[in-house]
T-cell receptor, first 113, second 115 residues
């Protein structure tokens, strides 16, 4: 599984858009990019997954450039409840090893009022 | 989706003792996984719990220390044996449902403190 690099921490204010970038220079052809969110005292929760270009759901957007060596998780208009750790993972998700996840250090997002 | 229940949610244990953590899923799943999250750290995969066969352990984790059972497709246990304060962590159970775009589902974790 490809290694990922993210900023250790980020600060934002309520109502702002937050963009967290993840580097994955060694991503393989079959790899997907997945983001998880973890609140204190809870297990990680799936946010979004993509392979290329742009993916959007009710929670976030995921932007993936053509070379796929990085990706950006975009959280629109964050609130205090978005304060959490965000993990970027890369792997051959749909084809096996789907739950065998390699977590990087994650990005701790602190949203301030 | 899958709903995962872990028991206990937390425990304080004496060093040298063992604790068994239970993981129950509300649907049959092929793969179950156990992770450890040390204080302030990310998650590390301990092992894959296979139904009908021995668990597969990741580098740095051994069966004698972390024996795992998987008696059926909805249940697994992880035992932390002969505990020391260094075993104080959150232990999480995870499953995947095998859908095309797979997401893994996690239990709420078991917070273990060894004194």
């Amino acid at each position: 599984l490809a290694k990922t690099t993210q900023p250790i921490s980020m600060d934002s204010y309520e109502g702002q858009e937050v963009n967290i970038t993840c580097s994955h220079n060694n991503i393989a052809t079959n790899d997907y990019i997945t983001w998880y969110q973890q609140f204190p005292s809870q297990g990680p929760r799936f946010i979004i997954q993509g392979y290329k270009t742009k993916v959007t759901n009710e929670v976030a957007s995921l932007f993936i450039p053509a070379d796929r060596k990085s990706s950006t998780l975009s959280l629109p208009r964050v609130s205090l409840s978005d304060t959490a750790v965000y993990y970027c993972l890369v792997g051959d998700m749909p084809s096996g090893n789907t739950g065998k996840l390699i977590f990087g250090q994650g990005t701790t997002l602190q949203v301030k009022p | 989706s899958a709903v995962i229940s872990q028991k206990p949610s937390r425990d304080i244990c004496q060093r040298g003792t063992s604790l068994t953590i239970q993981c129950q899923v509300d649907s049959q799943v092929t793969m179950m996984f156990w992770y450890r999250q040390q204080p302030g750290q990310s998650l590390t995969l301990i092992a894959t719990a296979n139904q009908g066969s021995e668990a597969t352990y990741e580098s740095g984790f051994v069966i004698d220390k972390f024996p795992i059972s998987r008696p059926n497709l909805t249940f697994s246990t992880l035992t932390v044996s002969n505990m020391s304060p260094e075993d104080s962590s959150i232990y999480l159970c995870s499953v995947d449902t095998g859908d095309l775009y797979t997401e893994a589902f996690f239990g709420q974790g078991t917070r273990l403190t060894v004194v």
